[in-house]
């Protein structure tokens, strides 16, 4: 995987090419006024968790957002977003697991990761930099939302991720 351990240490923070599960998902959309958020979330029917490497996210309107971790189930209102699309990076293999979409209400149970206070308009988390890092299991997301806003408002959110493949339990 990406970010390869073994038996629960890290032994190296670096793309791991010889992988074939690495994917990309990207979304934007907009509202006239109110809220908005995108997510992305593992639709795996398995046990399979997803590695989250990479989360950008940018608003057209600066404003309160944070990034949180949803637990399922997962419930919005879902609001259409103006082009979203998941794919893997590599051209010869099938997409992974993941879905990505848009909402203008959250009533699912979460659980804040990063919260930006001062009027933000955009950040990066990456791990790969020795940042953040998420691993969702199954049925769980991650997303990005802002608080209410008067104004129009488009947010895009792009997500680099690979599905976990060697499955090493942690030590002991």
Known sequence: MAQLNSRGTLTRSRWDYFEHSNGIS???GQVTSGTIGAYFANNSAGATAIDI??????V?????FTITLLLPPL???PLTPLESQ???LAPDVATPPGIIGMFTVLSSPYKTFVRYSNGSSGAQMAPIMGSYFATLPPGWAICVSGQGSPNPCELSMTVWYQYVTDNISPAP
């Open 75 to 77: 419930v919005i209102v």
């Open 53 to 58: 490497y990479t989360l950008n996210w940018a």
């Open 86 to 88: 998941t794919f893997a």
């Open 60 to 64: 057209s309107v600066a404003g309160i």
């Open 26 to 28: 990207n979304i934007y």
